[in-house]
């Protein structure tokens, strides 16, 4: 199988719409004394915008947004982000750092060890690109799933995306013990338009290699039939070759096929 495959994790490896994006709603309201909650689509509409791959820049920015609408310009503002991150945290991990106990405990599950292990055993390297910390990335790999020390460039390791330098850095791992490295296409798997802008930026940035971006449906989008084909399309249009509505349909067959 000449392929490799990379990972993003929120949205495709863990369904967070009931936890990053609650907590970063929670921060925005905090910081507005609870004049405005983004709602889904609100969030939906900045992530669109394929810029804001980080929930507590995005937080931030949708904070400022708010006053800005209200006749305050940004300038006048002192906003604190570390303020703004704390409070995030102490949604997303909880109170207790050292026993999580925030909205990360909760999160469903979207693909399961034994899919890993498929993929293996079709001779297919795979790893993890992903915009989430070291800790909460972690947590759902190896806690939750199982995962053996897989590869994984995390927020602290690598530009965010969409730079693609952190699923070069993957790539760079995988490939190490497979030969003929250069002759395998590198498939990154990811749900929002800045994880298909970083496959259309790594393309350009290695013009040699083949790069295939497939997008996946997070569970917030299944939920709402009416959003599915905007939600596909913008994936399409930002460089996706497919979009499917789980990651366990990325199968070695269709893998192959790709």
């Known amino acids: 199988m000449s392929a490799i495959v990379v990972f993003d994790i929120d949205g495709v490896i863990r369904d967070v719409g009931n936890s990053y994006r609650r907590a970063l709603a929670d921060t925005v309201?905090?910081?507005t004394s609870g004049s405005f909650r983004p709602s889904p689509i609100d969030i939906d509409k900045l992530k669109g915008e394929g810029i804001w791959n980080n929930d507590w820049e995005g937080s931030q920015e949708l904070i400022y947004r708010y006053f800005e609408s209200q006749g305050q310009p940004r300038s006048e503002l002192k906003l604190d982000y570390e303020r703004i991150v704390a409070y995030f945290q102490t949604k997303y991990r909880g109170t207790d750092p050292v026993n999580w106990n925030?909205?990360?405990?909760?999160?469903?599950?979207?693909?399961?060890?034994?899919?890993?292990?498929?993929?293996?055993?079709?001779?297919?390297?795979w790893g993890f690109f992903s915009g989430a910390t070291q800790g909460s990335a972690s947590y759902i790999l190896h806690r939750r799933l199982g995962l053996n020390a897989p590869i994984l460039v995390a927020m602290e390791d690598a530009p965010g995306k969409p730079d693609p330098t952190g699923l070069f850095m993957v790539v760079a791992q995988l490939s190490a013990s497979q030969k003929p490295a250069e002759n395998r296409s590198i498939v990154y798997v990811g749900d929002t338009v800045a994880d298909m802008h970083t496959i259309v930026n790594a393309s350009s940035k290695q013009?040699?290699?083949?790069?295939i971006g497939v997008g996946v449906l997070p569970p917030h989008i299944l939920s709402e039939a009416s959003q599915i084909d905007d939600y596909?399309?913008?994936?399409?249009?930002?460089?996706?070759?497919?979009?499917?509505?789980?990651v366990t349909e990325l199968t070695p067959e269709k893998i192959d096929l790709l």
């Open 29 to 31: 309201a905090e910081f």
């Open 102 to 125: 925030g909205y990360i405990c909760d999160e469903p599950l979207l693909a399961s060890r034994e899919y890993f292990n498929s993929l293996t055993a079709a001779g297919i390297p």
């Open 207 to 211: 013009p040699d290699r083949h790069f």
């Open 232 to 246: 596909r399309d913008s994936l399409l249009r930002a460089g996706a070759t497919i979009v499917i509505n789980n």
